[in-house]
Nanobody
C-alpha cells in the first residue's frame, strides 16, 4: 500500500486546513488509518485514528473538538479537517495504515508500531 499525504501549508492561528491522504495498491477498506505528527525536536505523536468503515474515530486530547477525521472508501482517501489551528499544531503530519483488526486494533490504535504503511509527511505551519 502506498500512501500520499498532501494539503499542508502555512496558515494563521485560528485558521483551517484540510489534509488528505490517498492510498493505492491495496484494498483500502481493509485498513484502519491514522494521522501522526512530529514537530521539530519532538517525538512523533498520535493525532487521530479511524476504523475501516469510518464509523469510529479517536483523537488526541490536544486536537479533540478542533480536528475531524473522515474517510471515503470509494475514493481510497482519508481527510483530516483541522480547524482553530494553534501554533503548537505546527508539525509534519503523516498518514498511516494498519491491517490490524478487532480488539488488537482498538487497544493499540494510538501506537505507531501497529501501523504497517506510512506516507511521506506534509508540513503544517501555524503562525501566531
Amino acid at each position: 500500500v502506498q500512501l500520499q499525504a498532501y494539503g499542508g501549508g502555512l496558515v494563521q492561528a485560528g485558521g483551517s486546513l484540510r489534509l488528505s491522504c490517498a492510498a493505492s495498491g491495496g484494498t483500502f477498506s481493509n485498513y484502519a488509518m491514522a494521522w501522526f505528527r512530529q514537530a521539530p525536536g519532538k517525538e512523533r505523536e498520535f493525532v487521530s485514528a479511524i476504523n475501516w468503515s469510518g464509523d469510529n474515530t479517536g483523537y488526541a486530547d490536544s486536537v479533540k473538538g478542533r480536528f475531524t477525521f473522515s474517510r471515503d472508501n470509494a475514493k481510497n482517501t482519508v481527510y483530516l479537517q483541522m480547524n482553530s489551528l494553534k501554533p503548537e499544531d505546527t508539525a509534519d503530519y503523516y498518514c498511516a495504515a494498519a491491517s490490524a483488526t478487532g480488539i488488537r486494533y482498538y487497544i493499540r490504535r494510538t501506537r505507531a508500531e501497529i501501523y504497517d504503511y506510512w506516507g511521506q509527511g506534509t508540513l503544517v505551519t501555524v503562525s501566531s
